[in-house]
C-alpha cells in the first residue's frame, strides 16, 4: 500500500485546493518553519477519521477550517481527499477488485460533516473499518507524531506489544471483539429489564382479563338502554300526531284573518311610498337650495380674502419703495466718495514715483565705489594669507618636534611604570603559584566525596523505582476490583430503576387503586379525596419463604386502598365516580372486630402458625392485620393442610408455603397461575428493598476502593516525586562533579600559564632597557632641532600684525559704504510696496464705482415696477368689492327660498309618520296572528 496523493482545499493554511503527489522515492516532505509541513500529517491523520481537535493542535474542530487573513477572508469548508494504491489483497471482499482508493471528508462551519469513499456517501465507521483491514488509521503505528520516535524507543516492553499487534493485524480483530462484547454486555442488560417487564406484565393479565369482562357487560347493557330509548320515542311520536291535526284547523281559520290584514297593509305602503317620493323630492330641492347658498357664500369669502391680500400687497409695496428710496439716495453718495478717493490716489502715486527715480541714482554711484574697496581689500587678504600659511607651517613643525619630544618623554615614563609593574607582576604571579597548588589539592579532594555522594544517590533511586514499580502493579489491581465492584453497581442500580419505575407507576394494579393513588401523590389527602393512608401492600412485611403463602391467601386484597374512615371511603368512590377513574376497594385502618377462635397446634408437625406470626405490620393497623390474616393458619405442604382440615375440626383457611389454600368450608385452591413466572407485590417490594440494601453497600465499597486507588496514586506519586527529586539531585551531583573537575582542570590551566608569565616578564625587562637608551639620544637631536623653527616664526608674527591692521581700517569703510546702499535698497523697496498698494487701491476703487452703479440702477427698476403693482391692487380691491355686494343680494333671495320650502317639508315629514304608524299597527295583527 502506497501514498499517492493528499488533496487539501479550505484545511488550515491550504486555503486554494493544493495537490501533493507522493512520487515513488519521496520520504520526506521539508521546508521552514511555517510552511505547513505538520499539516499535510494532520490532513492525513483528519481524513482517515481522527476526531480530536487536541490531536490536530487546535482547540475545536472548527479550528481546521482556514480562518482567514488580512486579505483573504475565512472558507465556509475544509475537504481532504486522500488517494492510496498498490491496495490489492488488503482490502474487505466489497472492494477487492480495486487497486485505487479515494477517500474524503469534508466538515462544514455549520458543523456538518461528509465522508466519501471512491465519492459515494458513507458513514465514518465504514472508513475506520475499511482502514484497519488495510492496517492503517488515524491512531495506528503509520502516524508517527514529532517526539513519539523517542517515545516508542524508551517505552516498556508491554506498551511496545500495542505497536507489534497494529503492524501484525490483530488490531482490527481486537477492536470487532470489544465492539461485539460491548453489545452483548448491552443486550444483555436490556434482556435483564425485558425480563422485568415481562414478568410484571404477566401480573396484569388477571386484571386486565376482568376488566375486560366489565366492558362486555357494559356493552350489553348499552345496547339494552338503546332499544328502551327506541320504543319511547315512538310513543311520543304518536302522542304528537294528534296535537298536530288540532293546530291545523286553528291555523286555516287565522290564515283567512292574516289575508285582510295584508291588503290593509298594502294599501297602507302603497301611501307610505307616495309620501316618501314627495319627501324625496322636497328634500333634493332644499339641497340644491343649500348649495346654491353655500356656493355663494364661499364666492364671497374669495372676494373678502382677495381685497385683504391686495391691501396687504399695498402696504407692502409702499414699504419696499421707502426702501429702495432711502438706498437710492446712499448709493448716490458712495459713488461720489469714492470719485474723490480714486482723484487722491492717482496724485500720490505720481509723488512717489519721483521719489523712487531719485534714490535709484544715489544707490548707483555708492554700489561702484564699494566695488573699488572691494578689490582693494582682496588684495590685501591675499598677502596676508601668504604671510599666515609661512607661519603655520613652522608652528607645525615646531608643534611636530615638541609632539616627539613629549612622545619620547612619554615612552620614557612608560618603560619606567612597566619596569615597575613588571616587578611586582612577578612578585604577586609568584605568591598565586603557590596558591594555585594548595587549591588544586583541596578540589581533588571534593572530587573525591561528590563522587562517594553520588553512588549513595543511585543506590537510594533504584530502591524508590523497585517501589513504584510495586505500587503500580496493586494499582492495576486495585482498580481491576473496582471496575468489577462499579460493574455490579451498576447491575444492581439498573434493576432497581426498572423496579421503581413500575411500581411508581403502579404497573399491574387495578385503574381505581391506579387513579386514587395518583391522586394522592400529586394533591395529597385533600378534602374532596379523604385521609388515605396507602395500600394494605404498603402495610405488610414478611420473610421471603412466606410470601407467596401471604400473597396466596391476600390476592386482591393486598391492592386493598387502607383508608382512615368509612367517610373516606364515601368520598374516594365519588372522586372515582367523577373521574370516571374505575373501581376500588376501600378498607378502614380499624375495622369492625370479628371475633376468631385461637388456633391450638395440638402437636401437629408441619404446622408453621397462625399468619400474623410471620408477618410484620407498621404501627397502628395491628386491627387491618387482625381483619385480613386473623383466620389464616401456614403450613408447610397440601398434605398437612388437608389432614389438618379433616381432624381438627376447626374453621380456618390454610395456606401452604407454595400458596395453595384450603378454605373452611373444604375448598381448595391451587395449581399455577398465567403469571407463575412472575412476582408478587411483596416479593417485588422486598426485592426493591434487598436492591436498596445491596446498592447502598456496593456504593460503599466503591467509595472503599475508589479510597484505596487514591491511595496507591499518593504513594505512587510520592515515590515517584521522590524519584525525580533523586534524579534531580543525583543530576545536581554529576554537575557538580563536572564543575569541580573543571576547576582542578583552570587551576592546572592557570599553574601552567603563571610559570610561563614570570619567565616572560625577565626577557621583557631586558627589552625594555635597550629601548630607553635610544629614546634619550632621539630627545637630544629634536630639542636642536626646535631652536631654529622659533626664531623664524617670531619674524613671520610681526608682518602678519602690520597687514592685519591695514585690513582692519579698509574692512570699516567698506561696511559703511554697504550700511549706506542698505539704507537705499529698504528706501525704494518701501517706495515700491506704497506704489503697488496706491495701484491696488485704485482697482478697488474702481470696482466699488462700478458695483454701486448697477445697485443704483436695481433701485431705479425695483421703483417703476412697484408703482405698476400698486395700481394693479387697488383695481383688484375695486373689482372685488362690487362683486361682494352682488353675492350679498343673491344670498339673501336664496335664503329666503330656503325658509320656505323647509317648512313644507316638515308637514310633509309630519303626514309621513302618521302613515307609518297605521302600517306598524297592521304588521303587529298580522305578527300576532301568524304566533296563534
Same mark, same amino acid.
Given at each position: 500500500?502506497?501514498?499517492?496523493?493528499?488533496?487539501?482545499?479550505?484545511?488550515?493554511?491550504?486555503?486554494?485546493?493544493?495537490?501533493?503527489?507522493?512520487?515513488?522515492?519521496?520520504?520526506?516532505?521539508?521546508?521552514?518553519?511555517?510552511?505547513?509541513?505538520?499539516?499535510?500529517?494532520?490532513?492525513?491523520?483528519?481524513?482517515?477519521?481522527?476526531?480530536?481537535?487536541?490531536?490536530?493542535?487546535?482547540?475545536?474542530?472548527?479550528?481546521?477550517?482556514?480562518?482567514?487573513?488580512?486579505?483573504?477572508?475565512?472558507?465556509?469548508?475544509?475537504?481532504?481527499?486522500?488517494?492510496?494504491?498498490?491496495?490489492?489483497?488488503?482490502?474487505?471482499?466489497?472492494?477487492?477488485?480495486?487497486?485505487?482508493?479515494?477517500?474524503?471528508?469534508?466538515?462544514?462551519?455549520?458543523?456538518?460533516?461528509?465522508?466519501?469513499?471512491?465519492?459515494?456517501?458513507?458513514?465514518?465507521?465504514?472508513?475506520?473499518?475499511?482502514?484497519?483491514?488495510?492496517?492503517?488509521?488515524?491512531?495506528?503505528?503509520?502516524?508517527?507524531?514529532?517526539?513519539?520516535?523517542?517515545?516508542?524507543?524508551?517505552?516498556?516492553?508491554?506498551?511496545?506489544?500495542?505497536?507489534?499487534?497494529?503492524?501484525?493485524?490483530?488490531?482490527?480483530?481486537?477492536?470487532?471483539?470489544?465492539?461485539?462484547?460491548?453489545?452483548?454486555?448491552?443486550?444483555?442488560?436490556?434482556?435483564?429489564?425485558?425480563?422485568?417487564?415481562?414478568?410484571?406484565?404477566?401480573?396484569?393479565?388477571?386484571?386486565?382479563?376482568?376488566?375486560?369482562?366489565?366492558?362486555?357487560?357494559?356493552?350489553?347493557?348499552?345496547?339494552?338502554?338503546?332499544?328502551?330509548?327506541?320504543?319511547?320515542?315512538?310513543?311520543?311520536?304518536?302522542?304528537?300526531?294528534?296535537?298536530?291535526?288540532?293546530?291545523?284547523?286553528?291555523?286555516?281559520?287565522?290564515?283567512?284573518?292574516?289575508?285582510?290584514?295584508?291588503?290593509?297593509?298594502?294599501?297602507?305602503?302603497?301611501?307610505?311610498?307616495?309620501?316618501?317620493?314627495?319627501?324625496?323630492?322636497?328634500?333634493?330641492?332644499?339641497?340644491?337650495?343649500?348649495?346654491?347658498?353655500?356656493?355663494?357664500?364661499?364666492?364671497?369669502?374669495?372676494?373678502?380674502?382677495?381685497?385683504?391680500?391686495?391691501?396687504?400687497?399695498?402696504?407692502?409695496? #409702499?414699504?419696499?419703495?421707502?426702501?429702495?428710496?432711502?438706498?437710492?439716495?446712499?448709493?448716490?453718495?458712495?459713488?461720489?466718495?469714492?470719485?474723490?478717493?480714486?482723484?487722491?490716489?492717482?496724485?500720490?502715486?505720481?509723488?512717489?514715483?519721483?521719489?523712487?527715480?531719485?534714490?535709484?541714482?544715489?544707490?548707483?554711484?555708492?554700489?561702484?565705489?564699494?566695488?573699488?574697496?572691494?578689490?582693494?581689500?582682496?588684495?590685501?587678504?591675499?598677502?596676508?594669507?601668504?604671510?599666515?600659511?609661512?607661519?603655520?607651517?613652522?608652528?607645525?613643525?615646531?608643534?611636530?618636534?615638541?609632539?616627539?619630544?613629549?612622545?619620547?618623554?612619554?615612552?620614557?615614563?612608560?618603560?619606567?611604570?612597566?619596569?615597575?609593574?613588571?616587578?611586582?607582576?612577578?612578585?604577586?604571579?609568584?605568591?598565586?603559584?603557590?596558591?594555585?597548588?594548595?587549591?588544586?589539592?583541596?578540589?581533588?579532594?571534593?572530587?573525591?566525596?561528590?563522587?562517594?555522594?553520588?553512588?549513595?544517590?543511585?543506590?537510594?533511586?533504584?530502591?524508590?523505582?523497585?517501589?513504584?514499580?510495586?505500587?503500580?502493579?496493586?494499582?492495576?489491581?486495585?482498580?481491576?476490583?473496582?471496575?468489577?465492584?462499579?460493574?455490579?453497581?451498576?447491575?444492581?442500580?439498573?434493576?432497581?430503576?426498572?423496579?421503581?419505575?413500575?411500581?411508581?407507576?403502579?404497573?399491574?394494579?387495578?385503574?381505581?387503586?391506579?387513579?386514587?393513588?395518583?391522586?394522592?401523590?400529586?394533591?395529597?389527602?385533600?378534602?374532596?379525596?379523604?385521609?388515605?393512608?396507602?395500600?394494605?401492600?404498603?402495610?405488610?412485611? #414478611?420473610?421471603?419463604?412466606?410470601?407467596?403463602?401471604?400473597?396466596?391467601?391476600?390476592?386482591?386484597?393486598?391492592?386493598?386502598?387502607?383508608?382512615?374512615?368509612?367517610?373516606?371511603?364515601?368520598?374516594?368512590?365519588?372522586?372515582?365516580?367523577?373521574?370516571?377513574?374505575?373501581?376500588?376497594?376501600?378498607?378502614?385502618?380499624?375495622?369492625?372486630?370479628?371475633?376468631?377462635?385461637?388456633?391450638?397446634?395440638?402437636?401437629?408437625?408441619?404446622?408453621?402458625?397462625?399468619?400474623?406470626?410471620?408477618?410484620?405490620?407498621?404501627?397502628?393497623?395491628?386491627?387491618?392485620?387482625?381483619?385480613?390474616?386473623?383466620?389464616?393458619?401456614?403450613?408447610?405442604?397440601?398434605?398437612?393442610?388437608?389432614?389438618?382440615?379433616?381432624?381438627?375440626?376447626?374453621?380456618?383457611?390454610?395456606?401452604?408455603?407454595?400458596?395453595?389454600?384450603?378454605?373452611?368450608?373444604?375448598?381448595?385452591?391451587?395449581?399455577?397461575?398465567?403469571?407463575?413466572?412472575?412476582?408478587?407485590?411483596?416479593?417485588?417490594?422486598?426485592?426493591?428493598?434487598?436492591?436498596?440494601?445491596?446498592?447502598?453497600?456496593?456504593?460503599?465499597?466503591?467509595?472503599?476502593?475508589?479510597?484505596?486507588?487514591?491511595?496507591?496514586?499518593?504513594?505512587?506519586?510520592?515515590?515517584?516525586?521522590?524519584?525525580?527529586?533523586?534524579?534531580?539531585?543525583?543530576?545536581?551531583?554529576?554537575?557538580?562533579?563536572?564543575?569541580?573537575?573543571?576547576?582542578?582542570?583552570?587551576?592546572?590551566?592557570?599553574?601552567?600559564? #603563571?610559570?610561563?608569565?614570570?619567565?616572560?616578564?625577565?626577557?621583557?625587562?631586558?627589552?625594555?632597557?635597550?629601548?630607553?637608551?635610544?629614546?634619550?639620544?632621539?630627545?637630544?637631536?629634536?630639542?636642536?632641532?626646535?631652536?631654529?623653527?622659533?626664531?623664524?616664526?617670531?619674524?613671520?608674527?610681526?608682518?602678519?600684525?602690520?597687514?592685519?591692521?591695514?585690513?582692519?581700517?579698509?574692512?570699516?569703510?567698506?561696511?559703511?559704504?554697504?550700511?549706506?546702499?542698505?539704507?537705499?535698497?529698504?528706501?525704494?523697496?518701501?517706495?515700491?510696496?506704497?506704489?503697488?498698494?496706491?495701484?491696488?487701491?485704485?482697482?478697488?476703487?474702481?470696482?466699488?464705482?462700478?458695483?454701486?452703479?448697477?445697485?443704483?440702477?436695481?433701485?431705479?427698476?425695483?421703483?417703476?415696477?412697484?408703482?405698476?403693482?400698486?395700481?394693479?391692487?387697488?383695481?383688484?380691491?375695486?373689482?372685488?368689492?362690487?362683486?361682494?355686494?352682488?353675492?350679498?343680494?343673491?344670498?339673501?333671495?336664496?335664503?329666503?327660498?330656503?325658509?320656505?320650502?323647509?317648512?313644507?317639508?316638515?308637514?310633509?315629514?309630519?303626514?309621513?309618520?302618521?302613515?307609518?304608524?297605521?302600517?306598524?299597527?297592521?304588521?303587529?295583527?298580522?305578527?300576532?296572528?301568524?304566533?296563534?
Amino acid at each position: 500500500m502506497q501514498l499517492k496523493s493528499l488533496t487539501m482545499t479550505g484545511f488550515k493554511s491550504f486555503a486554494d485546493k493544493t495537490s501533493v503527489v507522493f512520487q515513488p522515492g519521496i520520504t520526506a516532505v521539508v521546508g521552514p518553519n511555517g510552511c505547513g509541513k505538520s499539516n499535510i500529517s494532520d490532513g492525513i491523520r483528519w481524513v482517515l477519521g481522527e476526531q480530536s481537535a487536541k490531536h490536530l493542535r487546535g482547540d475545536k474542530m472548527e479550528d481546521v477550517i482556514f480562518n482567514g487573513t488580512e486579505s483573504r477572508k475565512p472558507t465556509g469548508m475544509a475537504e481532504v481527499t486522500l488517494t492510496l494504491t498498490d491496495m490489492a489483497g488488503q482490502l474487505p471482499p466489497g472492494f477487492g477488485d480495486y487497486n485505487e482508493i479515494e477517500i474524503t471528508r469534508r466538515l462544514f462551519r455549520s458543523g456538518e460533516s461528509e465522508y466519501h469513499i471512491n465519492k459515494i456517501p458513507c458513514r465514518l465507521k465504514d472508513i475506520r473499518d475499511l482502514m484497519m483491514d488495510a492496517g492503517v488509521g488515524a491512531k495506528v503505528h503509520a502516524i508517527i507524531e514529532q517526539d513519539r520516535v523517542d517515545q516508542i524507543l524508551s517505552s516498556k516492553p508491554q506498551d511496545r506489544r500495542f505497536l507489534f499487534e497494529e503492524a501484525a493485524g490483530v488490531m482490527k480483530y481486537k477492536a470487532r471483539r470489544q465492539e461485539a462484547l460491548s453489545k452483548l454486555e448491552s443486550t444483555q442488560q436490556n434482556q435483564v429489564r425485558v425480563n422485568d417487564i415481562l414478568s410484571e406484565v404477566k401480573r396484569q393479565v388477571n386484571s386486565l382479563d376482568r376488566q375486560a369482562k366489565k366492558a362486555e357487560r357494559y356493552q350489553k347493557l348499552r345496547s339494552e338502554m338503546k332499544d328502551l330509548d327506541y320504543r319511547l320515542s315512538a310513543v311520543e311520536y304518536s302522542n304528537l300526531g294528534l296535537g298536530w291535526n288540532a293546530a291545523t284547523e286553528e291555523f286555516r281559520s287565522l290564515e283567512n284573518g292574516s289575508t285582510e290584514l295584508h291588503a290593509s297593509l298594502s294599501k297602507a305602503e302603497s301611501a307610505i311610498e307616495e309620501a316618501r317620493a314627495d319627501a324625496l323630492a322636497a328634500e333634493r330641492e332644499l339641497t340644491t337650495l343649500q348649495n346654491r347658498i353655500h356656493e355663494t357664500e364661499s364666492a364671497l369669502a374669495r372676494a373678502e380674502h382677495r381685497v385683504e391680500m391686495s391691501k396687504s400687497q399695498i402696504a407692502s409695496l #409702499t414699504d419696499q419703495r421707502a426702501r429702495d428710496l432711502a438706498d437710492r439716495e446712499y448709493l448716490t453718495q458712495e459713488i461720489a466718495r469714492v470719485a474723490e478717493a480714486r482723484s487722491r490716489g492717482a496724485e500720490e502715486q505720481r509723488t512717489m514715483a519721483s521719489a523712487m527715480e531719485e534714490k535709484n541714482g544715489r544707490l548707483k554711484q555708492r554700489t561702484t565705489v564699494i566695488e573699488g574697496l572691494a578689490e582693494n581689500l582682496r588684495s590685501k587678504e591675499q598677502q596676508l594669507e601668504e604671510t599666515r600659511a609661512g607661519v603655520y607651517s613652522a608652528v607645525t613643525e615646531s608643534a611636530a618636534e615638541h609632539s616627539r619630544i613629549t612622545t619620547f618623554q612619554a615612552r620614557l615614563s612608560q618603560l619606567d611604570e612597566e619596569s615597575e609593574r613588571g616587578r611586582k607582576e612577578t612578585g604577586e604571579l609568584e605568591q598565586r603559584l603557590q596558591e594555585s597548588t594548595l587549591a588544586l589539592q583541596t578540589r581533588e579532594r571534593e572530587l573525591a566525596e561528590i563522587a562517594e555522594r553520588g553512588d549513595a544517590l543511585q543506590e537510594e533511586r533504584r530502591s524508590i523505582i523497585a517501589r513504584i514499580e510495586e505500587t503500580t502493579a496493586n494499582k492495576k489491581t486495585a482498580e481491576t476490583n473496582l471496575g468489577e465492584a462499579k460493574d455490579r453497581l451498576s447491575d444492581r442500580n439498573s434493576r432497581l430503576r426498572s423496579l421503581l419505575e413500575l411500581e411508581q407507576s403502579l404497573e399491574g394494579y387495578q385503574k381505581g387503586v391506579q387513579t386514587v393513588m395518583s391522586a394522592r401523590k400529586e394533591n395529597g389527602n385533600g378534602e374532596r379525596l379523604g385521609k388515605i393512608h396507602g395500600l394494605v401492600a404498603d402495610m405488610l412485611e #414478611t420473610e421471603p419463604r412466606y410470601e407467596a403463602a401471604i400473597e396466596a391467601v391476600l390476592g386482591d386484597r393486598l391492592q386493598y386502598v387502607v383508608v382512615d374512615s368509612q367517610t373516606d371511603s364515601l368520598k374516594a368512590i365519588d372522586f372515582l365516580k367523577s373521574k370516571s377513574g374505575g373501581r376500588s376497594t376501600f378498607v378502614p385502618r380499624s375495622p369492625r372486630e370479628i371475633k376468631t377462635e385461637a388456633f391450638v397446634k395440638n402437636g401437629h408437625s408441619g404446622v408453621i402458625g397462625p399468619a400474623l406470626q410471620v408477618v410484620r405490620c407498621k404501627d397502628n393497623f395491628n386491627d387491618l392485620a387482625q381483619y385480613l390474616l386473623g383466620d389464616v393458619v401456614v403450613v408447610d405442604t397440601m398434605q398437612t393442610a388437608l389432614h389438618l382440615w379433616e381432624h381438627n375440626g376447626f374453621h380456618k383457611t390454610l395456606v401452604t408455603l407454595d400458596g395453595e389454600i384450603v378454605d373452611p368450608w373444604g375448598a381448595v385452591t391451587g395449581g399455577t397461575t398465567a403469571d407463575a413466572g412472575g412476582r408478587g407485590i411483596l416479593a417485588k417490594r422486598r426485592e426493591i428493598k434487598d436492591l436498596e440494601q445491596e446498592t447502598a453497600a456496593l456504593s460503599r465499597r466503591v467509595e472503599e476502593l475508589v479510597a484505596g486507588v487514591r491511595e496507591l496514586e499518593r504513594s505512587h506519586d510520592d515515590n515517584k516525586a521522590r524519584e525525580a527529586e533523586l534524579s534531580r539531585e543525583i543530576h545536581q551531583t554529576e554537575i557538580e562533579l563536572v564543575n569541580r573537575e573543571k576547576d582542578a582542570a583552570s587551576l592546572r590551566d592557570e599553574t601552567a600559564r #603563571t610559570s610561563q608569565r614570570v619567565a616572560a616578564l625577565a626577557d621583557e625587562a631586558a627589552g625594555r632597557a635597550e629601548r630607553r637608551t635610544e629614546l634619550a639620544a632621539s630627545i637630544e637631536r629634536s630639542t636642536v632641532l626646535l631652536q631654529g623653527l622659533e626664531d623664524g616664526k617670531s619674524s613671520a608674527q610681526a608682518a602678519i600684525e602690520s597687514l592685519q591692521k591695514d585690513l582692519t581700517d579698509q574692512k570699516e569703510s567698506l561696511e559703511s559704504a554697504r550700511a549706506e546702499i542698505t539704507e537705499l535698497r529698504m528706501a525704494v523697496a518701501s517706495l515700491q510696496e506704497k506704489q503697488d498698494a496706491a495701484a491696488a487701491n485704485a482697482a478697488q476703487l474702481e470696482h466699488s464705482g462700478r458695483e454701486l452703479q448697477n445697485r443704483l440702477d436695481g433701485r431705479e427698476k425695483e421703483l417703476a415696477d412697484i408703482v405698476v403693482k400698486l395700481q394693479e391692487s387697488e383695481k383688484a380691491i375695486t373689482e372685488a368689492e362690487a362683486e361682494i355686494k352682488d353675492r350679498i343680494v343673491v344670498r339673501d333671495a336664496d335664503r329666503e327660498v330656503l325658509v320656505a320650502r323647509q317648512e313644507a317639508y316638515r308637514e310633509s315629514a309630519d303626514g309621513l309618520r302618521g302613515i307609518e304608524e297605521q302600517a306598524k299597527e297592521v304588521r303587529h295583527d298580522i305578527e300576532a296572528a301568524q304566533k296563534r
